[in-house]
């Protein structure tokens, strides 16, 4: 697989579709591919930068627990839902979006440069070099555009990646 991630922004009604899903893998994926075609009010596409964001508004790794509350939950650390390999299906509650989005509209990009410029190649699977980071900050401002509207909004938000 591709390893290509997204954000969906899910109003009440989808929110309740999608957890009434959780620990039946093979479901959850249909419902979030039926929201992502039809009834998700926002999305955000974000390709593979999601892994090289995670990372640097982490601790540099690509774990859920990594890092501190809200910049862990922006990708991965929300509520897991896929337990298979397949997937990664991260939520995140209204209020963890709205979390997420403050810390995202006050944060300081030169932490996350920096914390880039670190990364293990061999660990991370790309190169490291300026235009690795052009992509990634590119991805982030739209990140938070997102979340910001889903923010405003009041909707809580799935990250999904397959594998």
Known sequence: MACRGYFLA?????TALLLAEDGNDERLIEVIQELDMTDAPDHCGVDKAWDGIHRCLTEGKLGGEDGSYPLNAVVL????????????V???????????AAALTDLDLEPFIARYWTLDPNEYGAAIDQGGLDYLTYYLHEITRFYQ???????????????
């Open 90 to 100: 991260s939520f995140n509650t209204p209020t963890e979006v709205r979390d997420v």
């Open 10 to 14: 899910l109003d009440e009604p989808c």
């Open 149 to 163: 509207r889903a923010a405003q909004a009041g909707w809580s938000s799935v990250f999904v990646a397959d594998q």
């Open 77 to 88: 650390g929300g509520l897991p839902m896929h337990q298979g390999d397949d997937y990664v």
